[in-house]
């Protein structure tokens, strides 16, 4: 299991590489570049960066999951 410090890294990465892509489509939005294979292909990387930050938010969810008590008046 990675220690906290790699996981608070990983998050960064993902989250800069989103934020990347979110930028790169609110470019082709702003000037009117939403066709074509460059808007296919803009579409298709930022996808792929959401859905790689969506995969490590719920893997940290599950973890947070598996150790906190099932009963909420265990707390």
């Known amino acids: ?5 790699e996981g608070r890294y990983q998050a960064y990465k993902l989250l800069r590489e989103l934020d ?3 930028a790169a489509t609110m470019n082709q939005v702003a000037y ?5 294979v460059d808007w296919e292909k803009t579409c298709k990387t930022h996808r792929i960066a959401f859905d790689e930050w969506i ?3 719920d893997l940290q969810t599950g973890e947070e999951n598996d150790s906190a008590p099932n009963n909420p008046d265990d707390m």
């Open 1 to 5: 299991m990675p220690s906290a410090k």
């Open 55 to 57: 995969k490590f938010a």
């Open 32 to 36: 009117g570049r939403m066709s074509g």
């Open 20 to 22: 990347a892509q979110i």
